[in-house]
């Protein structure tokens, strides 16, 4: 895209500020009231900003693990490459604990590590510059595959289209630009007048604080609805595509994404509405077979009983149930946007295609 893109797609949601050994992270969790960095140096604040959503989006949460190794390797007292090894996969271990399901955290912190690797034998100070220019080399490869999926999946709209779209997957889930939001961006400066509706996303409001928020700050013309409200706009004929990110494909095309894709999905197949997933190559699992493969974090009760209240909403010690994120059936998916084309089924035969695409 373009350098004199829509303004708001110019903001980062994680930047390394090398000479304070320190992680810019915008805290998301504090959106759409307060934009806040947060300054993060100990492992700990990497590990926690991960784990409490402050940073969050397969495509970021990658990004900031990458920095945050870099980081934790940097502040090594090691001697030697065998020592700073030890070290850099004690905090590799560290931080691939934060959280389970989107696969670019394990994708961007294995990257690393093959990086770590192949630079063995040269001085530690070169071994951590070669970690320093991986990281960013990551953040600067999303950018280029968030642009290139926006591209692709822009070439499946048109004009005037009502467009559904779940959870956050937007310029603040990536490096920027966003992957299901990136061709609403490219369709917005050529003039394709879509109409986005963004659902809350309960429990934790992705789609409310974050996609509401973004999507309007770059003069998108955006609806926010209730989760239960997909049904009725789509029923009304006001939506012609469903558009979302993903946390981790199984290699038979099922898809992990925000707990209430799949049910957005089963709606859109009844009302004879594409349903399209934009997915970098790095949310695509091909070592999971299928979604039952895919492991599903399992989160706080506070995040539907208290968490947005003044009071809790529901009674004391209540039991919940508070997964993270569903499984989409590759059968409800009318195809797969990546960054080297758009993949349709069978995806255990497209998707390998991929990858071998340039
Ligand atoms: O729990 P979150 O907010 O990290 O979940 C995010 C999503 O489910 C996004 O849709 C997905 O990571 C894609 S972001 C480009």
Redesign the pocket.
């Known amino acids: 895209m373009e350098n004199n893109r829509t303004e708001f797609t110019m903001i980062q949601s994680v930047m390394l500020d090398d000479a304070n050994d320190t992680l810019l992270i915008l805290d998301q969790t504090l959106l759409p009231n307060e934009k806040v960095y947060l300054h993060v140096k100990e492992m700990k604040d990497v590990w926690d900003a991960i784990y409490k959503?402050k940073v969050?989006?397969?495509?970021?949460?990658g990004i900031a693990a990458a920095y945050g190794l870099y980081l934790g390797t940097k502040a090594s007292k090691a001697n030697t490459y065998q020592e700073l090894q030890k070290d850099f996969i004690e905090v590799k271990t560290y931080l691939a604990s934060s959280?389970p399901t989107?696969v670019n955290l394990f994708w961007a912190l294995n990257r690393m590590e093959n990086r770590f690797l192949q630079e063995a034998g040269k001085t530690l100070a070169a071994v951590k510059e070669a970690l320093r220019q991986e990281a960013e080399e990551i953040r600067e490869e999303d950018e280029r595959v968030c642009e290139s999926i926006g591209k692709h999946a822009l070439s499946l709209l048109k004009e005037n289209w009502g467009i559904l779209t779940?959870?956050?997957?937007?310029t603040i889930?990536?490096a920027k630009y966003?992957?299901?939001l990136a061709p609403i961006y490219l369709g917005q400066e050529q003039g394709y007048n879509f109409k986005i509706y963004a659902d809350e996303t309960r429990p934790?409001l992705?789609g409310a604080r974050l996609t509401a928020w973004e999507l309007k700050e770059a003069g998108v013309d955006v609806t926010l609805i209730c989760d239960n409200m997909s049904s009725i706009v789509m029923k009304e004929g006001k939506v012609q595509a469903v558009l979302?990110?993903?946390?981790r494909v199984a290699a038979n095309g099922d898809t992990a994404?925000?707990i209430g894709?799949s049910g957005v999905a089963i709606l859109a197949k009844h009302y004879g509405i594409p349903f399209y997933v934009?997915s970098p190559l790095s949310?695509i699992d091909l070592e999971c077979k299928t979604g039952d493969d895919i492991h599903i974090e399992l989160r706080a009760d506070e995040e539907i009983t208290s968490q947005w209240y003044e009071k809790p909403m529901a009674p004391k010690d209540v039991q919940v149930y508070n997964p993270?994120?569903d499984v989409t059936d590759h059968s409800l998916i009318t195809a797969i946007v990546t960054q080297n084309g758009i993949a349709y089924a069978p995806f255990d035969e497209s998707l390998p295609k991929m990858f071998a695409q340039k």
């Open positions: 959503l969050r989006g397969a495509p970021a949460i959280r989107a779940h959870c956050n997957a937007g889930a990536t966003g992957t299901a934790l992705q979302v990110g993903c946390d994404n925000k894709t934009c949310t993270a994120f």
